[in-house]
T-cell receptor
Framework: KAGVTQTPRYLIKTRGQQVTLSCSPISGHRSVSWYQQTPGQGLQFLFEYFSETQRNKGNFPGRFSGRQFSNSRSEMNVSTLELGDSALYLC??????????????FGEGSRLTVL | AQKITQTQPGMFVQEKEAVTLDCTYDTSDPSYGLFWYKQPSSGEMIFLIYQGSYDQQNATEGRYSLNFQKARKSANLVISASQLGDSAMYFCAMREVNYGGSQGNLIFGKGTKLSVKP
C-alpha cells in the first residue's frame, strides 16, 4: 500500500512569489492535514480537510490556503512568500473512522526555501 | 490551552541499552490521545505508539513502551535494546479535543534528538 506522497520534495522560491504543494493521501484515507515545521517554532498545524471541506484551521495568516479534491488529494498554497515561510511542510492523512486512534500517516514533506 | 513539553533537547544512549524520553502534557480535557513519532533525517514522521487517556494499561509496541502516569501528566517513551537505526528526532504529541466536524489536530512538543552510540 503506497504511503503519503508529497510533491515537490524540494523547492526554492524568492520573496513575493507563490508556491503550491501537493499531497496524495494513502488510498482510502479521507482526511488530510498539513503541518509546518521550522527549527524555531517546531511543528505547527496549518489546516485539516475532510471530504473537500476545511474542518479545522491553525493560526496562520490568510496567505496560507489549501483545498482538497474529490479523490482526497490536497494542495496547499502560500502566496507572497516571506523569508520566514522557509520550512518543511508535512502532509498527513488519516482514515478518520470511529474506531481508529486518530493516528496520522505522514509524508516525507516538501522542503521550501525562500530567498 | 493544551501543551506538550519535552525537556531533553538531545540524548545519547549506548547501543543495546534502554533509554527513556520524557514528555509532559497539559490539558483540561478528560479525553485525549497521546502519540510518539520518530523523524529520521529524511523528514518523514513515523508513528511509534499511542496511549488513550482512558486506557488502563501502558501501551507497548515491540521495543517501544509508553510509561503513562496520568496524575503526573507524563507520557514517557521507553525504547529498549537501542539500535543504531533509532538515531532520530522523537516527538511527543497530543490530540486536541474533537470539535464539531473535525478530527482534531495534533499538538507537538519540540522534540528530543536521540543519538545511539555503537
Amino acid at each position: 500500500k503506497a504511503g503519503v506522497t508529497q510533491t515537490p520534495r524540494y523547492l526554492i522560491k524568492t520573496r513575493g512569489q507563490q508556491v503550491t504543494l501537493s499531497c496524495s493521501p494513502i488510498s482510502g484515507h479521507r482526511s488530510v492535514s498539513w503541518y509546518q515545521q521550522t527549527p524555531g517554532q517546531g511543528l505547527q498545524f496549518l489546516f485539516e480537510y475532510f471530504s473537500e471541506t476545511q474542518r479545522n484551521k491553525g493560526n496562520f495568516p490568510g496567505r496560507f490556503s489549501g483545498r482538497q479534491f474529490s479523490n482526497s488529494r490536497s494542495e496547499m498554497n502560500v502566496s507572497t512568500l516571506e523569508l520566514g515561510d522557509s520550512a518543511l511542510y508535512l502532509c498527513a492523512s488519516s482514515p478518520w473512522t470511529s474506531t481508529d486512534t486518530g493516528e496520522l500517516f505522514f509524508g516525507e514533506g516538501s522542503r521550501l526555501t525562500v530567498l | 490551552a493544551q501543551k506538550i513539553t519535552q525537556t531533553q533537547p538531545g540524548m545519547f544512549v549506548q547501543e543495546k541499552e534502554a533509554v527513556t524520553l520524557d514528555c509532559t502534557y497539559d490539558t483540561s480535557d478528560p479525553s485525549y490521545g497521546l502519540f510518539w513519532y520518530k523523524q529520521p533525517s529524511s523528514g518523514e514522521m513515523i508513528f511509534l505508539i499511542y496511549q488513550g487517556s482512558y486506557d488502563q494499561q501502558n501501551a507497548t509496541e515491540g521495543r517501544y513502551s509508553l510509561n503513562f502516569q496520568k496524575a503526573r501528566k507524563s507520557a514517557n517513551l521507553v525504547i529498549s535494546a537501542s539500535q543504531l537505526g533509532d538515531s532520530a528526532m522523537y516527538f511527543c504529541a497530543m490530540r486536541e479535543v474533537n470539535y464539531g466536524g473535525s478530527q482534531g489536530n495534533l499538538i507537538f512538543g519540540k522534540g528530543t534528538k536521540l543519538s545511539v552510540k555503537p
